[in-house]
Structures are given as structure tokens and as C-alpha cells.
């Protein structure tokens, strides 16, 4: 299974860098993701499944707010395509902020909740064992790789058409909506206590129980 996990993060790390569709490429971060989740879960140490737990809930805010943002351009432009758009951050600035800290969030930026979880099993894995570690810490390169290069042709550069140009930024609902997850993953990343704390007696009483046998005894 850490095996498996491992080619989770980083093979469809590396599937997400030549997507083209803007949706495919977040769904497949979900699932480079939730490799982690997997290889925390297998590692059967604290840390490790504390952090596996930690990134499942952040993943939820993170992934959430990325394919809300995806919803909000194909309301407008009618098109998931990354070629179709250039320059949104000229015509939709308070938009851009948000989808660029989601992104941010997406490829684990301190101080955002993408951080915590993933750093977490990282520093369980590397105790584990260092190339297992080192594997687990490449999707941080190449999360910033597929996120930044979607990012840099979607938000910035010169308006690309009149699709672009007609644009408008966010109505009331969807800046509440966008604001509610920025507040998430921004709380989150700073202060993860609340919720780590409330993991710490269950991860530990089922390691107690994982660590015995439930095949019956039987003595001669």
C-alpha cells in the first residue's frame, strides 16, 4: 500500500502537469492528494495518521474552493480549457486573490492548510523511512509545477481574446462562498490545534488497537 500511494503522488502528479482541462487537472491533484492520505494511513505511526486525517480535511476546503473557482470562469466563458482564457486577473482582480491563494493552498504554501497535513506525513514518512520520504516530498515540486503553470496562464499575461475582455468579477454570492473557504484554509494553515488535538486520543487508541492481534489464541 505504500508502494501504491507512492505511485498515487507521484505518477498522477505527473498525468496532472499535461492536462489541458482545468478540471482534469485539479481532479487529477485530488487524487496525487489523497495519496498522502493513503501512505499516512499504511505508515501506522501517530504523526502519520494524524497528518493522513489532517490533509482530508483540508483537502475538502482546497479542492472545494478550486473547482468552485473552475464553475465561476465556465459560468462566464462557457469553457474548462486553460488555452481559452489569459489575463483574468485584469478584468476579475478580487476573483484572481482567491484562485491564486487556492492555488497557493493546492501546492502546499505555508501558512494555508495544503501545508499542515501534507508536512505532517512527510516528517512521519521520512522517520519511516528516508526514501519513502523523499518520494512523498517531490509531489510539493510538482504540485507547484501543474498548479503554477495553470495559474500563470489563466490569471496573468496580457487580456488573450474578447471572451476575456467582456468579464466581470464576482456577484455578492459568490465572493461570501469563495471568502467562507479563504477563511478556512487560511485558519487552518495558521492554527490547526483545534482540530489536531481532537485527533490525538482517537489516532492513538486505534494504533492501540491495530497493534493487537485479533486471530483467536489457541494452546496445546
Known amino acids: 500500500m505504500i508502494v501504491l500511494s507512492l505511485i498515487a503522488v507521484v505518477y498522477i502528479a505527473l498525468v496532472a502537469l499535461v492536462q489541458t482541462d482545468m478540471k482534469k487537472l485539479i481532479a ?6 489523497m495519496g498522502f492520505v493513503t501512505l499516512g494511513f499504511f505508515m501506522f505511526g501517530q504523526l502519520a495518521l494524524e497528518g493522513a486525517m489532517v490533509q482530508m480535511i483540508s483537502h475538502g476546503f482546497i479542492s472545494s474552493a478550486m473547482f468552485l473557482s473552475v464553475g465561476v470562469l465556465y459560468d462566464r466563458v462557457h469553457s474548462r480549457e486553460i ?27 505555508p501558512g494555508t492548510s495544503g501545508f499542515v497535513g501534507e508536512f505532517m506525513v512527510i516528517l512521519a514518512a521520512v522517520k519511516f523511512n528516508f ?56 485558519g487552518f494553515g495558521l492554527y ?11 489516532s492513538s487508541e486505534f494504533l492501540k488497537h491495530m497493534a493487537i492481534s485479533k486471530l483467536p489464541v489457541t494452546g496445546y
Open 28 to 33: 487529477y491533484s485530488s487524487i496525487s492528494h
Open 83 to 109: 488555452s481559452a482564457y489569459g489575463g483574468v486577473a485584469n478584468k476579475m482582480p478580487v476573483f484572481a486573490g482567491f484562485a491564486v491563494l487556492f492555488a497557493m493552498a493546492n501546492s502546499g504554501l
Open 131 to 186: 526514501w519513502v520520504g523523499f518520494a512523498a516530498a517531490t509531489t510539493l515540486i510538482f504540485g507547484a509545477a501543474y498548479t503554477l503553470w495553470m495559474t500563470k496562464r489563466v490569471f496573468f499575461g496580457d487580456v488573450s481574446n474578447h471572451h476575456v475582455a467582456e468579464l466581470t468579477d464576482l456577484n455578492k454570492r459568490e465572493f461570501l462562498i469563495l471568502g467562507v473557504l479563504a477563511i478556512l484554509v487560511i
Open 192 to 202: 490547526p490545534d483545534p482540530i489536531t488535538e481532537v485527533m490525538q486520543a482517537t
